[in-house]
């Protein structure tokens, strides 16, 4: 069964620049959108970015994810997360 995962993900500053925070899983995209907007304005914070992802959890395979909005400092190559 195919299920699809929204994710909002914020970007800590570091010395060296941003990095992976812990995401948040919300119910549908626009929240995703919505809490990556707000994580994106807490000081900690030098951006976030929404995503999505489907898949069938019970296989074990999943698309690659889908970015739906970024905000702020995210890092250029998000392959490398």
Do not use: H, W
Request: net charge negative; glycine share 10%; proline share 6%.
């Amino acid at each position: 069964m195919s299920v699809t995962y929204y994710v909002a993900l914020p970007f800590l500053r570091t010395e060296v620049g941003v990095a992976a925070g812990q995401g948040q899983e919300c119910p549908n995209e626009k929240a995703a959108i919505r809490r990556a907007e707000v994580m994106s304005r807490e000081p900690a914070n030098g951006g976030a970015l929404a995503f999505k992802r489907t898949g069938d959890p019970s296989m074990g395979s999943f698309s690659d994810a889908t970015v739906l909005k970024t905000f702020g400092e995210i890092p250029d190559d998000l392959d490398e997360l």
